[in-house]
């Protein structure tokens, strides 16, 4: 099936709750009344699920590389030792 820009926008909006109450309705009564929008909702929001856990996924990465910058290598021994001291 497919779908128009404006609908894939709708389902963004409606899974980030980001619509407003009357037009959520509207969209909770589109689904009842379409499977095919329904199951394209399913999709989508498996879309977004996917790309939240890329982005975790790329952020615990960079936490990591911080870390390993201003933790473990030499050159920041002050650094390391002046955090160390915050929660002595």
């Known amino acids: 099936m497919k779908i128009s820009v404006s609908d894939s926008r709708q389902i963004d909006l409606y899974l980030l709750k980001q619509l407003a109450p009357q037009d959520k309705l509207l969209m909770d009564a589109r689904f009842v009344l379409n499977p095919a929008l329904h199951q ?6 498996q879309v977004h699920v996917l790309v939240q856990m890329r982005g975790r996924k790329q ?3 960079q936490i990591k590389a911080v870390e390993e910058k201003f933790f473990i ?12 001291r915050l929660f002595r």
């Not at 394209?40 to 929001?45: M, N």
Request: a neutral charge; charged letters at 30%; zero cysteines.
């Open 40 to 45: 394209t909702l399913q999709w989508q929001y």
């Open 59 to 61: 952020l615990k990465e």
């Open 73 to 84: 290598a030499p050159e920041y021994i002050s650094f390391r030792e002046r955090i160390w």
